[in-house]
């Protein structure tokens, strides 16, 4: 399965837009955001993209929570506060969370029992394996240079990270 992955939107429409765009081109067959998604129209976006959609808040999305959560569910994407799984077929899942909560962030990558834990916060791209667990962070899309998403081939554990620009 190839999943597109992406963080740190902070209602940036056009980005996620082209974001989404390039998940397509990879083949994306599921799209996870991992928080601070900023806006009621990037949930929007994402459901444009019609494959399944899964996403958490981030700690810019505290404030509209129940909006965030009402939007997701009109358009039929996953949603949840702190972390969503999603499962990957052969007893494999993959978890992700924002990662502005550390403790949570440690927890699920030293407890070993998901194949991926995917975060954002950091706005930087990272891809570490502790232990049987690759940790994927795709970058932003916000706040950095340049910007970035990830697609990620869970059948080869291929990572692609996409560098993310708009069009002149």
């Known amino acids: 399965m190839k999943i597109g992955i992406l963080s740190d939107s902070h209602g940036h429409l056009e980005r996620l837009g082209a974001a989404v765009a390039a998940f397509q081109t990879a083949g994306a067959e599921v799209i996870v955001h991992c928080g601070d998604v900023g806006s009621l129209e990037c949930l929007e976006a994402m459901a444009a993209a019609a494959v399944p959609c899964y996403v958490v808040t981030g700690n810019i999305d ?11 569910a009109a358009h039929g994407l996953c949603f ?29 990558v030293a407890g070993g029992q998901y194949a991926y834990v995917c975060h954002g916060h950091t706005h930087k791209v990272a891809d570490t394996r502790v232990g049987c667990v690759r940790v994927i962070n795709p970058g932003a899309l916000h706040d950095c240079h340049p910007h970035t998403v990830a697609v990620l081939n869970t059948e080869t554990d291929d990572l692609q990270v996409i560098p993310v620009s708009l069009k002149a």
């Open 80 to 108: 949840h506060e702190q972390m969503i799984t999603i499962p990957l077929g052969g007893g494999r899942t993959l978890a992700a969370v924002h990662g502005h909560d550390e403790a949570l962030l440690k927890q699920l």
């Open 62 to 72: 505290r404030p509209y929570v129940e909006a965030l959560a009402d939007t997701a």
